[in-house]
């Protein structure tokens, strides 16, 4: 579920390219009337805002963007000027050939279903001219590589249906291969992890705990290790809760002594018109505290106002 609040009555897309453009114009931008605007229009919208910015004004809003807002306000807009696969993607190339910051790009691949994948693969592809397996086999090594490659090249079931006794036996596989034997058997994991859908996993981990008296996620992360482990601890946690898992990423973002914004400005944006609702009920339920007031402590300015309006009212 979204958190976006939406005016009652969308204004017309060239009404908001108008107010833009004022907002541009003068002596420095005025942001908070780019965040009134931008924070409060869906995927379909900022399309259309775009479009009619290019006709009114012969410019790319994308470029005049970049050029009146800074730092972590300008990245988080700009990303959040996207639909949710054109996110992905720039997220995704950022991530494997800029900063090689992979555990962003685990994340998206790790935590997106087959139809999302396939899309996403398509405009990678559309967009840089090159696949996205070819920049993964380039930018990642050993099993890490191993577990993205099969993730977002197979095919995988959707649905919630789940043949029990093939669930039970694959714990029972994945017990062989992992805890039982000195060493991992990694093939295996990778196998049944790219080739089982989210619900199957769900059922996988539901028989591994109910047989060895602890989730395979604890299996994962004793046997396994780095970036490999964070791959096989997503998919499993997406499997079961998404929203979870994604309330549990921006807590360890927020925690300690200063804040990954990086990852702040992911995860709220790429979810807020998907999921956000869900995530912002589990992340007061398991830490207590609400997201808007941990996003408000961690945060300042201008960029704490667009975050904010994305994550929609407190509770």
Aim: proline share 3%.
């Amino acid at each position: 579920m979204s958190t976006l609040t939406l005016p009652p009555v969308p204004p017309h897309p060239k009404d908001d390219a108008i107010q833009l453009y004022k907002a541009f114009k003068g002596f420095g931008c005025d942001d908070s009337a780019v965040i009134n605007v931008l924070a409060h229009r869906d995927a379909t919208q900022r399309a259309y805002i775009l479009q009619e910015f290019r006709t009114m004004y012969s410019e790319d809003l994308l470029k005049r963007l970049t050029k009146e807002l800074s730092g972590k306000l300008e990245t988080a807009v700009l990303l959040w000027m996207h639909d949710p696969a054109g996110r992905d993607v720039i997220i995704l190339k950022q991530s494997l050939t800029v900063t090689k910051i992979l555990e962003a790009a685990t994340e998206v691949i790790c935590s997106r279903t087959p139809s999302q994948l396939q899309q996403l693969r398509q405009i990678y592809h559309s967009k840089f001219g090159v696949f996205l397996e070819h920049d993964i086999e380039r930018h990642t090594s050993g099993d890490h590589k191993k577990i993205l490659l099969a993730y977002v090249t197979t095919p995988r079931h959707e649905g919630p249906e789940v043949n029990r006794e093939i669930a039970e036996n694959d714990a029972k596989i994945l017990y062989k291969a992992g805890e039982k034997k000195l060493g991992t058997d990694e093939k295996t994991f990778v196998q049944i992890f790219s080739e089982r859908s989210a619900a199957h996993l769900a059922a996988v981990n539901f028989a591994y705990q109910h047989k060895h008296g602890h989730s395979l996620e604890k299996a994962v992360k004793k046997e396994t290790s780095g970036l490999f482990a964070l791959a096989l601890k997503t998919i499993i946690q997406c499997a079961e809760n998404p929203a979870k898992y994604f309330a549990k990423v921006l807590r360890k973002a927020m925690k300690g002594l200063g804040t990954n914004d990086e990852t702040l400005i992911r995860v709220i944006v790429t979810r807020t018109e998907i999921d956000l609702q869900y995530i912002k009920a589990e992340y007061l339920k398991k830490y207590n505290k609400t997201l808007h007031d941990a996003v408000h402590s961690e945060t300042s300015g201008h960029y704490r106002a667009f975050l904010l309006s994305l994550i929609g009212p407190n509770h």
